[in-house]
Protein backbone atom coordinates (compact mmCIF):
# COMPACT_ATOMS: atom_id res chain seq x y z
CA UNK A 1 0.00 0.00 0.00
CA UNK A 2 1.13 3.35 -0.96
CA UNK A 3 0.88 5.74 2.18
CA UNK A 4 1.22 9.14 0.06
CA UNK A 5 1.67 12.34 3.25
CA UNK A 6 0.61 15.30 1.40
CA UNK A 7 3.95 17.98 2.66
CA UNK A 8 2.84 19.67 5.48
CA UNK A 9 5.45 22.50 3.92
CA UNK A 10 3.23 25.26 1.80
CA UNK A 11 4.44 25.56 -1.57
CA UNK A 12 4.85 29.35 -0.99
CA UNK A 13 7.32 28.65 1.86
CA UNK A 14 9.58 26.56 -0.19
CA UNK A 15 12.36 29.05 -0.51
CA UNK A 16 12.70 29.69 -4.35
CA UNK A 17 16.38 28.22 -5.70
CA UNK A 18 17.53 31.40 -6.43
CA UNK A 19 16.74 33.31 -3.08
CA UNK A 20 18.39 29.77 -1.20
CA UNK A 21 21.59 30.70 -3.52
CA UNK A 22 22.00 33.97 -2.70
CA UNK A 23 21.16 33.71 1.07
CA UNK A 24 24.37 34.71 2.96
CA UNK A 25 24.36 37.87 0.76
CA UNK A 26 21.09 38.35 1.78
CA UNK A 27 22.20 37.81 5.73
CA UNK A 28 24.81 40.61 5.16
CA UNK A 29 22.29 42.93 3.69
CA UNK A 30 19.43 42.60 6.13
CA UNK A 31 22.57 43.41 8.90
CA UNK A 32 21.87 46.99 8.09
CA UNK A 33 18.19 46.24 7.68
CA UNK A 34 17.40 45.45 10.60
CA UNK A 35 18.91 48.18 12.50
CA UNK A 36 16.87 50.52 10.20
CA UNK A 37 13.84 48.42 10.32
CA UNK A 38 14.33 48.16 14.56
CA UNK A 39 13.74 52.25 14.31
CA UNK A 40 10.60 51.75 12.15
CA UNK A 41 9.30 49.22 14.26
CA UNK A 42 9.02 51.41 17.17
CA UNK A 43 7.49 54.36 15.51
CA UNK A 44 4.45 52.16 14.05
CA UNK A 45 0.75 52.26 15.36
CA UNK A 46 -0.62 49.08 17.29
CA UNK A 47 -2.40 48.02 14.36
CA UNK A 48 0.36 47.91 11.70
CA UNK A 49 2.79 45.98 13.91
CA UNK A 50 0.53 43.45 14.18
CA UNK A 51 1.45 40.04 12.41
CA UNK A 52 0.85 39.97 8.65
CA UNK A 53 0.82 36.46 7.69
CA UNK A 54 -1.87 34.24 7.83
CA UNK A 55 -2.65 30.77 8.34
CA UNK A 56 -4.04 28.59 5.51
CA UNK A 57 -4.39 25.10 4.27
CA UNK A 58 -3.65 24.23 0.86
CA UNK A 59 -6.37 23.48 -1.63
CA UNK A 60 -6.85 20.49 -4.18
CA UNK A 61 -7.61 23.41 -6.80
CA UNK A 62 -3.74 24.48 -6.59
CA UNK A 63 -2.11 23.85 -9.45
CA UNK A 64 1.60 22.78 -9.28
CA UNK A 65 3.33 25.16 -11.42
CA UNK A 66 6.45 26.88 -10.46
CA UNK A 67 5.68 30.28 -8.63
CA UNK A 68 6.09 33.82 -10.05
CA UNK A 69 8.44 35.33 -8.24
CA UNK A 70 6.70 37.76 -4.80
CA UNK A 71 8.69 40.74 -6.48
CA UNK A 72 7.23 40.65 -9.47
CA UNK A 73 3.93 40.16 -7.72
CA UNK A 74 3.66 42.76 -5.83
CA UNK A 75 5.68 45.31 -8.34
CA UNK A 76 3.94 44.52 -11.30
CA UNK A 77 0.05 45.65 -10.76
CA UNK A 78 -2.63 47.09 -13.05
CA UNK A 79 -4.42 48.67 -10.55
CA UNK A 80 -5.52 52.54 -12.50
CA UNK A 81 -6.18 54.51 -9.84
CA UNK A 82 -2.92 54.40 -8.31
CA UNK A 83 -1.44 55.06 -11.23
CA UNK A 84 -1.08 53.19 -15.35
CA UNK A 85 2.42 51.89 -15.10
CA UNK A 86 2.87 48.83 -13.88
CA UNK A 87 5.03 50.04 -11.20
CA UNK A 88 2.84 52.59 -9.86
CA UNK A 89 0.42 51.08 -7.96
CA UNK A 90 3.68 49.23 -5.72
CA UNK A 91 4.51 53.22 -5.33
CA UNK A 92 1.65 55.06 -4.34
CA UNK A 93 -1.42 52.09 -3.26
CA UNK A 94 0.09 52.89 0.53
CA UNK A 95 -2.18 55.71 0.70
CA UNK A 96 -4.81 53.45 0.90
CA UNK A 97 -6.22 53.02 4.25
CA UNK A 98 -7.43 49.43 4.67
CA UNK A 99 -8.63 49.05 8.25
CA UNK A 100 -11.23 49.95 9.16
CA UNK A 101 -12.81 47.93 6.14
CA UNK A 102 -16.44 47.02 5.45
CA UNK A 103 -18.20 45.27 2.80
CA UNK A 104 -21.53 45.89 2.44
CA UNK A 105 -23.63 42.75 0.46
CA UNK A 106 -27.04 43.76 -0.78
CA UNK A 107 -28.74 43.59 -3.24
CA UNK A 108 -31.39 40.77 -3.85
CA UNK A 109 -30.70 38.88 -0.94
CA UNK A 110 -32.61 37.32 2.18
CA UNK A 111 -30.14 38.99 5.09
CA UNK A 112 -28.30 42.23 3.23
CA UNK A 113 -25.37 42.99 5.82
CA UNK A 114 -22.29 44.92 6.48
CA UNK A 115 -19.70 42.36 7.11
CA UNK A 116 -16.31 44.40 9.06
CA UNK A 117 -12.75 42.76 7.08
CA UNK A 118 -11.87 40.95 10.78
CA UNK A 119 -15.36 39.10 10.32
CA UNK A 120 -14.67 38.01 6.96
CA UNK A 121 -10.99 36.69 7.94
CA UNK A 122 -13.01 34.16 10.43
CA UNK A 123 -15.88 33.63 7.85
CA UNK A 124 -14.36 30.29 6.40
CA UNK A 125 -11.40 28.45 6.56
CA UNK A 126 -8.60 30.39 4.94
CA UNK A 127 -7.04 28.31 2.20
CA UNK A 128 -4.17 29.03 -0.42
CA UNK A 129 -4.86 28.63 -3.91
CA UNK A 130 -2.22 28.79 -6.04
CA UNK A 131 -4.08 29.93 -9.56
CA UNK A 132 -2.85 30.57 -13.03
CA UNK A 133 -3.52 34.14 -13.63
CA UNK A 134 -3.65 35.67 -17.31
CA UNK A 135 -4.09 39.10 -17.59
CA UNK A 136 -5.49 40.77 -21.17
CA UNK A 137 -2.62 42.86 -22.14
CA UNK A 138 -0.82 38.56 -23.05
CA UNK A 139 1.62 37.79 -19.72
CA UNK A 140 0.60 35.69 -16.67
CA UNK A 141 1.56 34.65 -13.76
CA UNK A 142 1.27 31.70 -11.01
CA UNK A 143 0.10 33.26 -7.59
CA UNK A 144 -0.18 31.43 -3.93
CA UNK A 145 -3.35 33.46 -2.67
CA UNK A 146 -4.93 33.70 0.28
CA UNK A 147 -8.54 32.99 0.72
CA UNK A 148 -11.90 31.51 0.87
CA UNK A 149 -14.71 30.78 -1.61
CA UNK A 150 -17.81 33.97 -2.78
CA UNK A 151 -19.67 31.35 -2.08
CA UNK A 152 -19.14 31.00 1.44
CA UNK A 153 -19.82 35.05 1.66
CA UNK A 154 -22.97 34.63 -0.44
CA UNK A 155 -24.77 31.49 1.49
CA UNK A 156 -24.24 33.88 4.40
CA UNK A 157 -26.86 36.32 3.14
CA UNK A 158 -28.96 33.68 1.25
CA UNK A 159 -29.38 34.95 -2.20
CA UNK A 160 -33.23 35.58 -3.45
CA UNK A 161 -34.62 33.48 -6.23
CA UNK A 162 -34.49 36.66 -8.56
CA UNK A 163 -30.35 37.15 -7.98
CA UNK A 164 -29.32 36.33 -11.13
CA UNK A 165 -26.03 38.29 -11.18
CA UNK A 166 -23.09 39.75 -8.47
CA UNK A 167 -21.75 43.36 -8.62
CA UNK A 168 -18.50 44.49 -7.12
CA UNK A 169 -18.41 47.90 -6.25
CA UNK A 170 -14.46 49.13 -5.49
CA UNK A 171 -12.95 51.26 -3.18
CA UNK A 172 -12.73 54.47 -4.98
CA UNK A 173 -11.44 58.00 -3.05
CA UNK A 174 -10.17 60.40 -5.10
CA UNK A 175 -8.11 62.29 -2.73
CA UNK A 176 -5.72 59.33 -3.17
CA UNK A 177 -6.69 58.09 -6.32
CA UNK A 178 -6.07 59.24 -10.00
CA UNK A 179 -9.38 60.53 -11.99
CA UNK A 180 -10.14 60.55 -15.36
CA UNK A 181 -8.54 57.70 -17.04
CA UNK A 182 -12.06 55.15 -16.64
CA UNK A 183 -15.11 55.48 -14.92
CA UNK A 184 -14.13 55.27 -11.73
CA UNK A 185 -15.63 53.59 -8.83
CA UNK A 186 -13.89 50.50 -10.87
CA UNK A 187 -17.02 47.84 -10.73
CA UNK A 188 -17.16 44.14 -12.02
CA UNK A 189 -19.58 41.72 -11.91
CA UNK A 190 -20.39 38.03 -12.86
CA UNK A 191 -23.23 35.40 -13.49
CA UNK A 192 -24.84 34.29 -10.20
CA UNK A 193 -23.25 31.05 -11.41
CA UNK A 194 -19.78 31.76 -11.90
CA UNK A 195 -20.10 33.84 -8.67
CA UNK A 196 -20.94 30.65 -6.62
CA UNK A 197 -18.20 28.58 -8.52
CA UNK A 198 -15.54 26.79 -6.08
CA UNK A 199 -12.47 28.07 -8.00
CA UNK A 200 -13.91 31.97 -7.59
CA UNK A 201 -11.97 33.35 -4.58
CA UNK A 202 -12.19 35.91 -2.17
CA UNK A 203 -8.63 36.45 -1.60
CA UNK A 204 -7.40 38.04 1.60
CA UNK A 205 -3.71 37.64 0.88
CA UNK A 206 -0.69 36.04 -1.11
CA UNK A 207 2.38 34.44 -0.47
CA UNK A 208 1.23 33.51 3.27
CA UNK A 209 0.77 37.58 3.64
CA UNK A 210 -2.08 39.58 4.02
CA UNK A 211 -2.53 41.54 0.44
CA UNK A 212 -0.31 44.20 0.42
CA UNK A 213 -2.23 47.31 -0.79
CA UNK A 214 -1.38 47.25 -4.89
CA UNK A 215 -2.63 43.90 -4.70
CA UNK A 216 -5.93 44.78 -3.63
CA UNK A 217 -5.90 44.99 -0.13
CA UNK A 218 -7.90 43.94 2.18
CA UNK A 219 -9.99 41.98 0.09
CA UNK A 220 -9.85 41.14 -3.47
CA UNK A 221 -11.61 38.70 -6.46
CA UNK A 222 -10.07 35.84 -8.12
CA UNK A 223 -11.81 34.13 -11.06
CA UNK A 224 -8.54 32.47 -12.38
CA UNK A 225 -10.25 31.55 -15.69
CA UNK A 226 -11.33 35.34 -16.68
CA UNK A 227 -9.20 37.82 -17.71
CA UNK A 228 -7.38 40.10 -14.64
CA UNK A 229 -9.62 42.67 -15.04
CA UNK A 230 -12.53 40.61 -14.05
CA UNK A 231 -10.54 40.19 -10.85
CA UNK A 232 -11.73 43.03 -8.69
CA UNK A 233 -9.97 44.92 -5.62
CA UNK A 234 -10.34 46.71 -2.97
CA UNK A 235 -14.31 45.75 -2.92
CA UNK A 236 -16.38 47.74 -0.23
CA UNK A 237 -20.11 46.32 -1.52
CA UNK A 238 -21.11 42.92 -3.57
CA UNK A 239 -24.41 43.49 -4.48
CA UNK A 240 -26.68 40.67 -5.96
CA UNK A 241 -28.68 42.06 -9.07
CA UNK A 242 -31.47 40.47 -11.61
CA UNK A 243 -29.92 42.39 -14.96
CA UNK A 244 -26.63 42.31 -15.75
CA UNK A 245 -24.47 44.92 -13.94
CA UNK A 246 -22.25 47.25 -15.97
CA UNK A 247 -18.40 46.65 -15.82
CA UNK A 248 -15.89 49.27 -16.12
CA UNK A 249 -13.50 48.40 -18.74
CA UNK A 250 -16.66 47.20 -20.90
CA UNK A 251 -17.97 50.59 -20.33
CA UNK A 252 -15.01 52.29 -21.51
CA UNK A 253 -14.18 49.88 -24.59
CA UNK A 254 -17.48 47.57 -25.18
CA UNK A 255 -15.60 46.38 -28.55
CA UNK A 256 -12.52 45.49 -26.90
CA UNK A 257 -13.95 44.26 -23.08
CA UNK A 258 -17.03 41.83 -23.21
CA UNK A 259 -19.54 41.00 -19.80
CA UNK A 260 -17.54 37.80 -19.61
CA UNK A 261 -14.43 38.27 -20.06
CA UNK A 262 -13.40 34.55 -20.16
CA UNK A 263 -9.55 33.67 -21.51
CA UNK A 264 -9.73 32.42 -24.66
CA UNK A 265 -7.28 31.99 -27.39
CA UNK A 266 -9.69 32.00 -30.15
CA UNK A 267 -11.33 35.79 -29.81
CA UNK A 268 -9.05 38.44 -31.10
CA UNK A 269 -8.36 41.37 -29.37
CA UNK A 270 -7.69 44.32 -31.74
CA UNK A 271 -4.39 45.02 -29.17
CA UNK A 272 -2.81 42.16 -27.77
CA UNK A 273 -2.99 38.34 -29.60
CA UNK A 274 -4.97 36.55 -26.85
CA UNK A 275 -3.31 32.72 -28.86
CA UNK A 276 0.08 33.35 -26.25
CA UNK A 277 1.02 34.88 -23.57
CA UNK A 278 4.46 35.44 -21.76
CA UNK A 279 4.27 33.85 -18.09
CA UNK A 280 6.29 36.74 -16.05
CA UNK A 281 9.97 35.61 -15.57
CA UNK A 282 9.99 33.64 -19.10
CA UNK A 283 11.96 34.81 -22.17
CA UNK A 284 9.23 32.99 -24.46
CA UNK A 285 5.79 32.93 -25.07
CA UNK A 286 3.64 29.85 -24.54
CA UNK A 287 0.18 29.04 -26.02
CA UNK A 288 -3.01 30.31 -24.13
CA UNK A 289 -4.83 27.56 -23.04
CA UNK A 290 -9.12 28.08 -23.06
CA UNK A 291 -10.29 29.17 -19.71
CA UNK A 292 -7.10 29.41 -18.79
CA UNK A 293 -6.30 25.49 -17.95
CA UNK A 294 -9.83 25.81 -15.83
CA UNK A 295 -11.68 24.51 -19.17
CA UNK A 296 -12.44 20.95 -17.48
CA UNK A 297 -13.82 23.07 -14.14
CA UNK A 298 -15.76 25.67 -16.00
CA UNK A 299 -16.86 24.79 -19.22
CA UNK A 300 -19.88 23.50 -18.44
CA UNK A 301 -20.90 26.87 -17.30
CA UNK A 302 -21.17 27.77 -20.71
CA UNK A 303 -22.46 25.62 -23.03
CA UNK A 304 -24.58 26.16 -25.72
CA UNK A 305 -23.12 29.72 -25.93
CA UNK A 306 -21.74 31.23 -28.54
CA UNK A 307 -18.37 32.68 -26.86
CA UNK A 308 -17.23 34.32 -29.73
CA UNK A 309 -20.82 36.60 -28.94
CA UNK A 310 -20.39 36.41 -25.66
CA UNK A 311 -16.89 37.80 -25.34
CA UNK B 1 39.08 80.96 -28.12
CA UNK B 2 36.07 82.56 -30.37
CA UNK B 3 32.89 80.75 -29.67
CA UNK B 4 30.85 82.75 -32.37
CA UNK B 5 27.29 80.76 -31.24
CA UNK B 6 26.32 82.06 -34.98
CA UNK B 7 29.17 80.99 -37.05
CA UNK B 8 31.01 77.90 -34.63
CA UNK B 9 34.22 76.83 -36.20
CA UNK B 10 34.48 73.59 -37.63
CA UNK B 11 35.92 72.50 -34.49
CA UNK B 12 33.68 73.52 -32.14
CA UNK B 13 30.74 71.72 -34.24
CA UNK B 14 32.88 68.72 -34.62
CA UNK B 15 32.74 68.58 -30.71
CA UNK B 16 29.22 69.44 -30.46
CA UNK B 17 28.40 66.75 -33.02
CA UNK B 18 30.38 64.16 -30.44
CA UNK B 19 28.22 65.51 -27.24
CA UNK B 20 25.37 64.75 -29.53
CA UNK B 21 26.31 61.43 -30.33
CA UNK B 22 27.06 59.98 -26.99
CA UNK B 23 23.88 61.60 -25.90
CA UNK B 24 22.15 59.59 -28.53
CA UNK B 25 23.64 56.55 -27.27
CA UNK B 26 23.51 56.87 -23.61
CA UNK B 27 19.28 55.28 -23.51
CA UNK B 28 20.76 52.56 -25.45
CA UNK B 29 23.44 52.03 -23.08
CA UNK B 30 21.14 52.38 -20.12
CA UNK B 31 18.88 49.91 -21.28
CA UNK B 32 21.88 47.45 -21.95
CA UNK B 33 23.15 47.69 -18.36
CA UNK B 34 19.59 47.72 -16.94
CA UNK B 35 19.34 44.28 -18.80
CA UNK B 36 22.80 42.75 -17.99
CA UNK B 37 22.05 43.48 -14.28
CA UNK B 38 18.04 42.56 -14.46
CA UNK B 39 17.13 45.64 -12.87
CA UNK B 40 13.91 46.49 -15.71
CA UNK B 41 11.62 45.04 -13.49
CA UNK B 42 9.09 42.03 -13.85
CA UNK B 43 8.87 42.04 -17.54
CA UNK B 44 12.19 43.38 -19.26
CA UNK B 45 11.50 42.94 -22.65
CA UNK B 46 7.38 44.67 -22.43
CA UNK B 47 10.23 47.70 -20.42
CA UNK B 48 12.87 47.63 -23.62
CA UNK B 49 10.37 47.34 -26.08
CA UNK B 50 8.23 50.77 -24.69
CA UNK B 51 11.50 52.54 -24.27
CA UNK B 52 13.46 51.64 -27.42
CA UNK B 53 10.00 52.81 -29.39
CA UNK B 54 9.32 56.05 -27.27
CA UNK B 55 13.24 57.20 -27.63
CA UNK B 56 12.43 56.28 -31.78
CA UNK B 57 9.64 58.66 -31.02
CA UNK B 58 11.61 61.71 -29.11
CA UNK B 59 14.50 61.54 -31.70
CA UNK B 60 12.29 61.73 -34.67
CA UNK B 61 10.43 64.88 -33.07
CA UNK B 62 13.97 66.17 -32.33
CA UNK B 63 14.81 65.87 -35.60
CA UNK B 64 11.84 67.54 -36.39
CA UNK B 65 12.03 70.53 -34.63
CA UNK B 66 16.00 71.35 -36.30
CA UNK B 67 14.12 73.23 -38.98
CA UNK B 68 12.05 75.33 -36.59
CA UNK B 69 14.74 76.05 -34.16
CA UNK B 70 17.08 76.91 -36.69
CA UNK B 71 14.64 79.44 -38.39
CA UNK B 72 13.98 80.96 -34.77
CA UNK B 73 17.42 81.04 -33.58
CA UNK B 74 18.63 82.24 -36.65
CA UNK B 75 21.50 79.01 -35.79
CA UNK B 76 21.93 78.14 -39.40
CA UNK B 77 24.79 75.16 -38.31
CA UNK B 78 22.32 73.12 -36.27
CA UNK B 79 21.52 72.25 -39.63
CA UNK B 80 24.31 69.78 -39.42
CA UNK B 81 22.98 67.69 -36.37
CA UNK B 82 20.16 66.88 -38.63
CA UNK B 83 21.47 63.85 -40.51
CA UNK B 84 22.81 61.98 -37.28
CA UNK B 85 19.60 63.06 -35.20
CA UNK B 86 17.54 61.14 -38.10
CA UNK B 87 20.05 58.03 -38.27
CA UNK B 88 19.29 57.63 -34.62
CA UNK B 89 15.86 58.05 -34.71
CA UNK B 90 15.66 54.75 -37.02
CA UNK B 91 18.31 52.86 -34.78
CA UNK B 92 16.26 53.02 -32.33
CA UNK B 93 13.57 51.95 -34.50
CA UNK B 94 15.55 49.14 -35.86
CA UNK B 95 15.82 48.03 -32.18
CA UNK B 96 12.58 48.26 -31.83
CA UNK B 97 11.66 46.38 -34.23
CA UNK B 98 14.15 43.70 -33.79
CA UNK B 99 12.71 43.65 -30.39
CA UNK B 100 9.70 42.62 -31.39
CA UNK B 101 10.83 40.13 -34.06
CA UNK B 102 13.02 38.77 -32.10
CA UNK B 103 12.55 39.18 -28.03
CA UNK B 104 9.23 39.49 -28.30
CA UNK B 105 8.04 37.36 -30.97
CA UNK B 106 10.84 34.78 -31.56
CA UNK B 107 10.54 34.58 -35.35
CA UNK B 108 6.75 33.47 -35.25
CA UNK B 109 5.77 34.96 -38.65
CA UNK B 110 2.80 33.83 -38.90
CA UNK B 111 1.71 35.62 -35.53
CA UNK B 112 3.97 38.49 -37.21
CA UNK B 113 2.21 38.68 -39.64
CA UNK B 114 -1.46 38.45 -37.81
CA UNK B 115 -0.51 41.37 -36.08
CA UNK B 116 0.47 43.30 -38.79
CA UNK B 117 -2.69 42.76 -40.85
CA UNK B 118 -4.98 42.37 -37.78
CA UNK B 119 -3.86 44.90 -35.10
CA UNK B 120 -4.05 48.97 -36.09
CA UNK B 121 -1.38 50.06 -34.08
CA UNK B 122 0.72 47.34 -35.73
CA UNK B 123 -0.10 47.93 -38.92
CA UNK B 124 0.77 52.05 -38.55
CA UNK B 125 3.96 51.31 -36.60
CA UNK B 126 5.37 48.63 -39.14
CA UNK B 127 4.29 51.46 -41.92
CA UNK B 128 6.09 54.06 -40.23
CA UNK B 129 9.53 51.28 -40.12
CA UNK B 130 9.47 50.36 -43.52
CA UNK B 131 9.26 54.20 -44.88
CA UNK B 132 11.69 54.95 -42.68
CA UNK B 133 13.95 52.44 -44.63
CA UNK B 134 14.80 54.67 -47.77
CA UNK B 135 15.28 57.72 -45.53
CA UNK B 136 17.54 55.98 -43.59
CA UNK B 137 19.56 54.59 -46.81
CA UNK B 138 19.60 57.99 -48.51
CA UNK B 139 20.83 60.15 -45.96
CA UNK B 140 24.87 60.50 -47.11
CA UNK B 141 25.76 63.00 -49.38
CA UNK B 142 26.14 60.22 -51.98
CA UNK B 143 22.70 60.19 -52.13
CA UNK B 144 21.69 63.78 -52.60
CA UNK B 145 24.20 63.87 -55.05
CA UNK B 146 22.80 60.58 -57.09
CA UNK B 147 19.19 61.74 -56.74
CA UNK B 148 19.86 65.39 -56.82
CA UNK B 149 18.62 67.83 -54.37
CA UNK B 150 14.93 68.09 -55.08
CA UNK B 151 14.02 64.70 -55.40
CA UNK B 152 15.59 63.70 -52.29
CA UNK B 153 14.02 66.89 -50.59
CA UNK B 154 10.42 65.20 -51.78
CA UNK B 155 11.60 61.78 -50.67
CA UNK B 156 12.52 63.36 -47.74
CA UNK B 157 9.27 64.36 -46.75
CA UNK B 158 7.55 61.38 -46.27
CA UNK B 159 9.40 62.13 -42.73
CA UNK B 160 6.06 64.46 -41.89
CA UNK B 161 3.47 61.18 -42.76
CA UNK B 162 6.20 58.53 -40.95
CA UNK B 163 5.56 60.91 -37.59
CA UNK B 164 2.08 61.13 -37.64
CA UNK B 165 2.08 57.41 -38.37
CA UNK B 166 4.46 56.77 -35.37
CA UNK B 167 2.15 58.74 -33.05
CA UNK B 168 -0.73 56.91 -33.87
CA UNK B 169 1.10 53.75 -33.36
CA UNK B 170 1.37 55.47 -29.39
CA UNK B 171 -1.78 56.45 -29.25
CA UNK B 172 -3.44 53.41 -30.41
CA UNK B 173 -1.03 50.82 -28.09
CA UNK B 174 -2.54 52.59 -24.97
CA UNK B 175 -5.50 51.25 -22.85
CA UNK B 176 -7.10 54.18 -21.41
CA UNK B 177 -4.08 56.72 -20.28
CA UNK B 178 -3.70 59.03 -23.57
CA UNK B 179 -1.20 61.77 -21.71
CA UNK B 180 1.84 60.33 -23.25
CA UNK B 181 0.73 60.02 -26.84
CA UNK B 182 -1.61 63.61 -26.33
CA UNK B 183 1.80 65.09 -25.72
CA UNK B 184 3.33 63.92 -28.33
CA UNK B 185 0.71 64.44 -30.76
CA UNK B 186 0.78 68.32 -29.81
CA UNK B 187 4.41 68.57 -30.45
CA UNK B 188 3.67 67.47 -33.92
CA UNK B 189 1.23 69.33 -34.58
CA UNK B 190 2.86 72.42 -33.87
CA UNK B 191 6.20 70.89 -35.47
CA UNK B 192 3.68 70.77 -38.80
CA UNK B 193 1.54 73.69 -37.41
CA UNK B 194 4.50 75.61 -38.13
CA UNK B 195 5.69 74.47 -41.66
CA UNK B 196 1.70 74.51 -42.92
CA UNK B 197 2.43 78.02 -42.01
CA UNK B 198 5.55 79.06 -43.38
CA UNK B 199 4.33 77.63 -46.89
CA UNK B 200 1.30 79.71 -46.48
CA UNK B 201 3.29 83.04 -45.58
CA UNK B 202 5.52 82.18 -48.52
CA UNK B 203 2.75 81.30 -50.76
CA UNK B 204 1.24 85.19 -50.03
CA UNK B 205 4.49 86.77 -50.42
CA UNK B 206 4.73 85.14 -53.83
CA UNK B 207 1.14 86.70 -54.60
CA UNK B 208 2.21 90.01 -53.40
CA UNK B 209 5.58 90.32 -55.42
CA UNK B 210 4.68 92.29 -58.41
CA UNK B 211 6.03 90.81 -61.88
CA UNK B 212 9.05 92.76 -62.66
CA UNK B 213 8.70 92.57 -66.31
CA UNK B 214 7.34 95.79 -68.21
CA UNK B 215 5.60 93.82 -71.29
CA UNK B 216 3.37 91.85 -68.72
CA UNK B 217 1.79 95.13 -67.48
CA UNK B 218 -1.20 95.70 -67.30
CA UNK B 219 -1.87 91.40 -68.52
CA UNK B 220 -4.06 89.15 -66.20
CA UNK B 221 -1.48 86.57 -64.77
CA UNK B 222 -2.35 83.51 -62.66
CA UNK B 223 0.10 82.47 -60.26
CA UNK B 224 0.42 79.09 -59.12
CA UNK B 225 2.15 77.93 -56.30
CA UNK B 226 5.04 75.75 -56.31
CA UNK B 227 4.03 72.25 -55.36
Excluded at chain 1, 136 to 156: I, N, Q, T
Excluded at chain 2, 136 to 153: D, K, M, V
Excluded at chain 2, 186 to 199: K, M, N, P, Y
Amino acid sequence: MLIHKPADVLPSEITPRSLFERRRDFLARSGAGLVAGAALWHGLPGAARASTRLQSVPSALSTTEPLTERDAVTTYNNFYEFGTDKADPARNAHKMAVRPWTVNVEGLVGKPRRFDIDELLRLAPLEERIYRLRCVEAWSMVVPWVGFPLAALLKEVEPLGSAKYVEFVTHYDPKIMIRDVIDWPYTEGLRLDEAMHPLTLLAVGVYGEVLPNQNGAPLRLVVPWKYGFKSAKSIVTIRLTEKEPATAWNKFAPQEYGFYSNVNPQVRHPRWTQATERRIGELRKRPTQMFNGYADQVASLYQGMDLKKFY
Amino acid sequence: MNLSLKAPSAGTIAAVKAVVFVLCLLPALELALGWQANTLGANPIETITRASGEWALRLLLITLAVTPLRRFSGLHWLLRLRRMLGLFAFAYAFGHFTIYLWLDQFFDWNAIALDILDRPFITVGFAAFVLLIPLAATSNSFAIRRLGGRRWQALHRSVYAIAIFAVLHFWWLVKADIGRPLLYASILAVLLGLRGWWRELERRRQLSVPPPAKHLEKKVIRLVPRQ
